[in-house]
T-cell receptor, first 114, second 114 residues
Framework: DAGVTQSPTHLIKTRGQQVTLRCSPKSGHDTVSWYQQALGQGPQFIFQYYEEEERQRGNFPDRFSGHQFPNYSSELNVNALLLGDSALYLC?????????????FGSGTRLTVV | TQLLEQSPQFLSIQEGENLTVYCNSSSVFSSLQWYRQEPGEGPVLLVTVVTGGEVKKLKRLTFQFGDARKDSSLHITAAQPGDTGLYLCAGANAGGTSYGKLTFGQGTILTVHP
């Protein structure tokens, strides 16, 4: 049973560029959340998608946007990259909100902005 | 803004010792989740506690949710080198428009020496 799959695993981009990260949720899960984890910190919530709509958003600028497809997979887009966007980006899937049963996380995409 | 204070930040112990990690907040959470993260990987769910005062045991790990659902603790008995990793507590928001967004603590880096 495949868990959460994220691609690519590593990415190097130049400041000002745009990036798209991809996530396939665990089989049977319908909700996808995205988190940003800086080195040595806990993950920070970016947003959550359910039924192809952004259901909740964290304290991130509009440069961060996303999409969920009918097959529940999701993309995270970041425009006008800043050096401070360098981090591990984690995708987490759940059935429903995940409040009571927890989330399954992918291994993440390590983004380096130079 | 909800915050979770996790302590200690670093823990270095010998195999066989016991340890406790604390997670405290001034906010109420609908559930408290504990994750373990290894380098280069995403967090892996250990347990979810939902009811105030709840205690859950997972082999040598004991998790407790405070009566007021604002704090939690993780106790490891007879630690082993395989327990080494980053331990993260995460609170899931309660009700309203909060669909299970997780607020993470800063994490505790545990090193167990043979």
């Amino acid at each position: 049973d495949a868990g959460v799959t994220q691609s690519p695993t590593h990415l190097i981009k130049t400041r000002g560029q745009q990036v798209t990260l991809r996530c396939s949720p665990k089989s049977g899960h319908d909700t996808v959340s995205w988190y940003q984890q800086a080195l040595g910190q806990g993950p920070q919530f970016i947003f959550q998608y359910y039924e192809e709509e952004e259901r909740q958003r964290g304290n991130f600028p509009d440069r961060f946007s996303g999409h969920q497809f009918p097959n529940y997979s999701s993309e995270l887009n970041v425009n006008a990259l800043l050096l401070g966007d360098s981090a591990l980006y984690l995708c987490a899937s759940s059935l429903g909100s995940g409040r009571n049963y927890g989330y399954t996380f992918g291994s993440g995409t390590r983004l380096t902005v130079v | 803004t909800q915050l979770l204070e996790q302590s200690p930040q670093f823990l270095s112990i010998q195999e066989g010792e016991n340890l406790t990690v604390y997670c405290n907040s001034s906010s109420v959470f609908s559930s408290l989740q504990w994750y373990r993260q290894e380098p280069g990987e995403g967090p892996v769910l250990l347990v979810t506690v939902v009811t105030g005062g709840e205690v859950k045991k997972l082999k040598r790990l004991t998790f407790q949710f405070g009566d007021a659902r604002k704090d939690s603790s993780l106790h490891i008995t007879a630690a082993q080198p395989g327990d080494t990793g980053l331990y993260l507590c995460a609170g899931a928001n309660a009700g309203g428009t909060s669909y299970g967004k997780l607020t993470f603590g800063q994490g505790t880096i545990l090193t167990v020496h043979p």
